[in-house]
């Protein structure tokens, strides 16, 4: 017969190294893709957290804007009110419901 077993425990020690080898590697870069990962995310969170600011700052100061205008010119401004009120009435109610008959 052949001796398969002991021509395969050098092929055996062979393979397990290079799998060790793969597995360690695999776990470095692993380690390198989550800590990229966490420093591009706190980028990011920096990011969004100053786009937010920036943004409630601009809010807050065009409403204050719209306050000052309100003030001056209060006849416009419930003009302005109405108008958009019945245009958002309009859009809300849909198409009309009427049912026409036919003179038969």
Known sequence: MTDFPTSASPAHGVAKAKLKSAASSAQDAYGDLKSA????????RERVQ???GRAREQLERRYEDLE?????RPAVAVG???????????????PSRTIYLRDA
Do not use: H
């Not at 990962?37 to 990011?44: F, R, S, V």
């Not at 000052?68 to 001056?72: D, G, H, N, P, R």
């Not at 109405?82 to 859009?91: D, E, N, P, R, S």
């Open 37 to 44: 990962a966490t420093e591009t995310l706190g980028e990011t």
């Open 50 to 52: 100053d786009a937010a």
């Open 68 to 72: 000052a205008y309100v003030q001056m």
């Open 80 to 94: 302005v009110a109405a108008t958009v009120g019945v245009l958002v009435g309009l859009l809300l109610r849909g």
